[in-house]
């Protein structure tokens, strides 16, 4: 379905953005808490599961990622680093 490699950059960059993966994926779905540690330590889960966490993971780094770059669009604004 997704290449392991692709669900592993997408892990290193969920801790790398939220304090607790685990817990914002819970919160957002009606996946078990179990399930989504199980995606994060890559052992096995249904499919279903995996699709579910995977799509909401890239779609939890995209809204980060653009309020970290209009973050840094401020601070250039505010700092007038050009």
């Given at each position: 379905m997704y290449p392991q490699e692709d669900i592993r950059k997408v892990i290193s960059r969920m801790g790398q953005l939220y304090d607790s993966p685990s817990s914002t994926i819970c919160e957002k779905t009606n996946l078990s808490r179990p399930?989504?540690?199980k995606f994060f330590n890559l052992q096995?889960?249904?499919p279903s599961?995996?699709?579910i966490i995977y799509e909401l993971c890239l779609d939890l780094?995209?809204?980060k990622e653009k309020k970290l770059e209009k973050a840094n669009e401020k601070k250039r604004l505010?700092?007038?680093e050009v």
């Open positions: 399930t989504i540690n096995s889960i249904r599961s995996i699709e780094i995209e809204v505010l700092f007038k």
